[in-house]
């Protein structure tokens, strides 16, 4: 199945896809599905990043490509750092830092979104756990990252983590391709069999260390070539099976 989640009358509302119409929803797609007998075409909605994340988890130098271009060494475990939910940003949103931000990077990942409360998941139920996948931009600022000798400031600013369109069921998240596009020109292109813990050993590897609950995203890194954008760049981030995440640079 397909979701997303729209603005409708001024209020957010979640939806199930089905070709080209949206089915909207009475609540999240967590539990169960209900549905308030109200439709819209898709071309007309308003989107909003799928998700009702009280965190996003994600994780460093997933792919070794990635590792090796940062030049810091390859982890032997899952790297972990947290953005903040005010870096949530919609499918189209506008993606703006600071003045003092000196370096804006792309960073195209698949993300996950968790469908009920997972604790000490073992990877063979992995999947009971995730309502869907979809595209993220781990937008960061570079030069803030490295120099506070931390990640939460340069990763946590407002509208850091645009993701969409939809969140979906009906791919396999062992083999995709992952690519990200500046202006039109592939920046990044990887698949994620090349990811060094796989979907299933992540989520168990996070919910050993903390809860994650309903809504919740797990972002699982990105592969080489990222890179600086600019005030009036277009990135896309095209996952294979997902759809496109389109944001402008301001």
């Given at each position: 199945?397909?979701?997303?989640?729209?603005?409708?009358?001024?209020?957010?509302?979640?939806?199930?896809?089905?070709?080209?119409?949206?089915?909207?929803?009475?609540?999240?797609?967590?539990?169960?599905?209900?549905?308030?007998?109200?439709?819209?075409?898709?071309?007309?909605?308003?989107?909003?990043?799928?998700?009702?994340?009280?965190?996003?988890?994600?994780?460093?130098?997933?792919?070794?490509?990635?590792a090796?271009e940062?030049g810091?060494?390859?982890?032997d475990?899952?790297?972990l750092?947290?953005?903040?939910?005010?870096?949530?940003?919609?499918?189209?949103?506008?993606?703006?830092?600071?003045?003092f931000?000196?370096?804006?990077?792309?960073?195209?990942?698949?993300?996950?979104?968790?469908?009920?409360?997972?604790?000490?998941?073992?990877?063979?139920?992995?999947?009971?756990?995730?309502?869907?996948?979809?595209?993220?931009?781990?937008?960061?600022?570079?030069?803030?990252?490295?120099?506070?000798?931390?990640?939460?400031?340069?990763?946590?600013?407002?509208g850091?983590?645009?993701?969409?369109?939809?969140?979906?069921?009906?791919?396999?998240?062992?083999?995709?391709a992952?690519?990200?596009r500046?202006?039109?020109?592939?920046?990044?292109?990887?698949?994620?069999?090349?990811?060094?813990?796989?979907?299933?050993?992540?989520?168990?590897?996070?919910?050993?260390?903390?809860?994650?609950?309903?809504?919740?995203?797990?972002?699982?890194?990105?592969?080489?070539?990222?890179?600086?954008?600019?005030?009036?760049?277009?990135?896309?981030?095209?996952?294979?099976g997902?759809?496109?995440?389109?944001n402008?640079?301001?």
């Open positions: 199945m397909k979701f997303v989640k729209i603005e409708r009358d001024g209020q957010a509302v979640w939806g199930e896809v089905r070709e080209d119409t949206v089915f909207t929803l009475t609540q999240p797609p967590f539990e169960r599905l209900s549905y308030d007998g109200a439709s819209c075409p898709l071309g007309e909605c308003t989107l909003l990043a799928p998700c009702e994340a009280t965190k996003i988890v994600c994780v460093g130098k997933n792919y070794y490509d990635h090796v940062m810091e060494g390859v982890p475990k899952p790297i750092f947290l953005k903040a939910p005010n870096t949530i940003n919609c499918p189209d949103g506008a993606v703006h830092a600071p003045d931000v000196q370096r804006l990077d792309y960073e195209g990942e698949l993300a996950f979104v968790i469908r009920r409360r997972a604790k000490d998941v073992k990877a063979e139920d992995y999947a009971g756990y995730i309502l869907g996948y979809t595209c993220l931009n781990d937008v960061t600022a570079r030069d803030i990252q490295k120099g506070d000798g931390q990640w939460s400031r340069g990763k946590s600013m407002d850091f983590a645009p993701m969409g369109p939809v969140v979906t069921d009906e791919v396999d998240p062992a083999d995709l992952i690519e990200t500046l202006n039109g020109k592939v920046v990044q292109s990887g698949r994620t069999s090349q990811f060094m813990t796989k979907v299933p050993e992540l989520l168990a590897f996070i919910t050993a260390s903390m809860t994650l609950e309903p809504g919740d995203v797990v972002t699982t890194g990105t592969p080489a070539g990222i890179g600086p954008m600019h005030p009036g760049d277009t990135v896309e981030v095209e996952v294979e997902i759809g496109v995440l389109r402008v640079v301001k």
